[in-house]
């Protein structure tokens, strides 16, 4: 139960550090309903199964011994996230010179939010790497079936609970206030995290040649 709780209180503080998955939640939250950004946080949740059965499965072991695999997964990673940096920009300076209300600024947004926060999620291959060294002592071969399955079970569950008492937070009348004036400053900020987390996967990318 210690280790279980340990694991799940790391993943708690390296949920809500700074990158897609908070930066997408966040932006979303404040710009459309809650209805839409459920489905965003359900396709991230459904990313951390995909993450959390790799990782209990092994799949670590192919990316060392064949690390090209990683190499083309962030690239791949990085031309999504550079995309969807590039939509936020682009749509951010629109509203700025159109001065967008709120409702217009939603209808523009993509329909299917569950495939985003999917695909926002499964963008970033070095979050197996995370899980594998989170799960480094449940992976050991001492560690029991019953450890492993808690977790496959437990983490996805974590997540969604997590981004959604977060959903709440940044959903707050106040909050959509404050995009509303100033929207379009922040498509433009978040637009260039995204680009810069895409940056940043494509470099380690090519550090791994």
Same mark, same amino acid.
């Given at each position: ?30 710009? %459309? ?21 790799? %990782? ?36 951010? $300076? ?5 001065? %967008? ?53 437990? $983490? ?29 400053? $922040? ?23």
């Amino acid at each position: 139960m210690s280790l279980l709780l340990t694991i799940c209180s790391l993943h708690f503080f390296a949920q809500l550090s700074p990158g897609p998955d908070v930066l997408l939640v966040a932006k979303s939250s404040a710009s %459309t309903t809650r209805q839409n950004t459920l489905k965003i946080i359900l396709g991230i949740s459904v990313g951390i199964i995909v993450w959390v059965l790799l %990782t209990l499965m092994g799949f670590t072991v192919l990316i060392e011994q064949w690390p090209w695999i990683q190499q083309i997964l962030m690239l791949i990673g990085g031309l999504f996230l550079a995309k969807m940096g590039y939509a936020m920009l682009k749509g951010g $300076i629109l509203t700025l010179k159109q001065e %967008t209300i709120l409702e217009g600024v939603i209808q523009q947004q993509p329909k299917n939010y569950f495939m985003l926060g999917l695909l926002t999620n499964l963008s970033n291959p070095k979050t197996l790497i995370y899980f594998s060294s989170v799960f480094s002592l449940a992976l050991s071969s001492s560690a029991s079936i019953h450890l492993k399955t808690q977790l496959a079970i437990i $983490i996805p569950i974590q997540t969604f609970l997590v981004f959604t008492l977060f959903m709440s937070i940044m959903s707050l009348p106040k909050v959509k206030n404050i995009y509303q004036k100033l929207g379009g400053y $922040i498509d433009i900020v978040s637009g260039t995290l995204f680009v810069i987390f895409a940056i940043w996967l494509w470099l380690d990318a090519f550090r791994l040649l």
